[in-house]
């Protein structure tokens, strides 16, 4: 099965994704950057020291592609969508 980004009616509270270095985070919320008015994602990692800390990224880097050496991947992976 090919890796696919999320697409944006998928990044909602309570949805699992996977960075493509391996990471597992669950998206808290969305946003709105206020530098930019542009569309934010806020998520928090599973695993690791950072568990209490809440980042955000740009929506549109949810759907990039990342060069990689194996080829170009989703830069995020869904794992399970928001039940």
Excluded at 3 to 18: E, M, Y
Excluded at 44 to 56: A, E, L, N, R, S
């Amino acid at each position: 099965m090919p890796f696919v980004a999320p697409n944006v009616n998928q990044i909602k509270p309570g949805t699992q994704l996977r960075h493509y270095k391996g990471g597992l985070y669950n998206v808290v919320g969305t946003c709105l950057i206020e530098a930019t008015l542009k569309p934010g994602v806020l998520y928090k990692p599973k695993q690791g020291d950072k568990q209490d800390v809440i980042w955000m990224r740009p929506m549109s880097e949810f759907q990039d592609m990342v060069a990689t050496p194996d080829g170009s991947i989703p830069r995020f992976v869904l794992i399970s969508e928001a039940q």
